[in-house]
Structures are given as structure tokens and as C-alpha cells.
């Protein structure tokens, strides 16, 4: 079975971070890489809907939301089957439930992460 | 970005209700429009994928329909499990978008 976690810190302090979050999303039940599918970020700031952050391939090419673009990386390490998001220039407005899924195709998100929850906060 | 509206935005109904939701699009998504169920502290779960086809493990009480703009997530007979909120996602535009949810609460 399928499995995919988040893990990084939940609070952000900008002055102590550069203003940056990161997190990683570690695969287990399947390869990474094996299987050819694409990986995606989702985000969910409390109390409101679901925003897509962006999707890695397998082969590490990247697809990001035009409006976080400037500031999102999105990397895969097929060696430790995980994922991660780096966010740059972090704020308040970046306060939400991150989560990693699945994305066959790029078509819909099948397997999801439990989620994390990051502050930002000084 | 394509702009997906759900309503109602919330409803209540009882367990065995026949339950509509209704995801319009200010543009053609053709098939691509996929339909998840949030439950409190949880991540989404996908239920439908692609218009209208379920997911394995989702019960053949949810059903999807719709094309092009207007799309339809049914449950047939609700369950006391169902209550929950429930979005659509579109994957036909970059960036791929989520209505606003809908809440079905307990009447």
C-alpha cells in the first residue's frame, strides 16, 4: 500500500530562516522512480480550499502554480524515494496545511500524505 | 485561471437523502473535473476521477456526471460517513484549481 508522509518544521520564523520553508515528503510501498508517475505539493490555509503548489516527474522536470513560481522549488531524490518543497520569502499568507500526494498523469491526486501543519510567524 | 464555483456552498440533509452537488467552471475543463471528500483534520480523498469514474473502495452511491462547464457529484442515499465537505478540481488548465467546497452537514 502506498504510503506518503510529510515531514519539516511546523513553525517558520522568518528572521531565522531566511524566510524559508521547507519540507520533505518521504514514499514508501513503491518506487519513486519505478513507476513513472508525477509528484505533487497541495496547500490548504485553515479554514479555506485547496491550492496546488506544484509537481515533480521522475525525471526531475518541474511544473509550478504561476502565481507561487518565483518562489517555489520542487525536487526529487529517487536514492531516499522522497520529494521536497522548498518556499522562498516566506509570510504570514503561507500559514497552511501542506500537503504531498500522487498525481497519475497530472491528472488528479489518488494518494495523499496525512499533512503538516507550518506557521509563519516572528 | 479557470475559476471553479460549487453550490450550494453548504447543505444539510439526512442520512438516506439524495444529495447534489453542482461544480461550474468559467471555462471548458472537457473531462478533466475530479471530485474529493474532506473529512475534519483529514487529507482529501479522491472519489471520483475524470467526470465520472470511482475510485476503487468509494461505494456506488457516489456517482459524476457533467461536461465541458457543469459538472455533478451525487450520493444517492446518505450515510452517516458521508458528512463532510467536498471539492472539485479541475486538470484541463495550469494551474489546476479547486472550488470552494461544499459542506454537507447533518439536518
Given at each position: 500500500q502506498l504510503q506518503l508522509q510529510e515531514s519539516g518544521p511546523g513553525l517558520v520564523k522568518p528572521s531565522e530562516t531566511l524566510e524559508t520553508l521547507s519540507l520533505t515528503c518521504i514514499v514508501s510501498g513503491d518506487s519513486i522512480s519505478s513507476s513513472a508517475y508525477y509528484w505533487g505539493w497541495i496547500r490548504q490555509p485553515p479554514g479555506k480550499s485547496l491550492e496546488w503548489i506544484g509537481t515533480v516527474y521522475y525525471s526531475g522536470s518541474t511544473y509550478y502554480n504561476p502565481s507561487l513560481k518565483s518562489r517555489v522549488a520542487i525536487s526529487i531524490d529517487a536514492s531516499k524515494n522522497q520529494f521536497s518543497l522548498t518556499l522562498s520569502s516566506v509570510t504570514a499568507a503561507d500559514t497552511a496545511v501542506y500537503f504531498c500526494a500522487r498525481h497519475p498523469s497530472r491528472f488528479y491526486f489518488d494518494y495523499w500524505g496525512q499533512g503538516t501543519l507550518v506557521t509563519v510567524s516572528s | 485561471?479557470?475559476?471553479?464555483?460549487?453550490?450550494?456552498?453548504?447543505?444539510?440533509a439526512s442520512v438516506g437523502d439524495r444529495v447534489t452537488v453542482t461544480c461550474r467552471a468559467d471555462q471548458s475543463v472537457g473531462a478533466y473535473l475530479n471530485w474529493y471528500q474532506q473529512r475534519p483534520g483529514k487529507a482529501p480523498k479522491l472519489l471520483i476521477s475524470l467526470v465520472s469514474n470511482l475510485q476503487s473502495g468509494v461505494p456506488s452511491r457516489f456517482s459524476g456526471s457533467g461536461s465541458e462547464t457543469e459538472f455533478t457529484l451525487t450520493i444517492s442515499s446518505l450515510q452517516p460517513e458521508d458528512f463532510a465537505i467536498y471539492y472539485c478540481q479541475q486538470s484541463y488548465g495550469t494551474p489546476q484549481?479547486?472550488?470552494q467546497g461544499t459542506k454537507v452537514d447533518i439536518k
Open positions: - | 485561471d479557470i475559476r471553479l464555483t460549487q453550490s450550494p456552498s453548504s447543505l444539510a484549481t479547486f472550488g
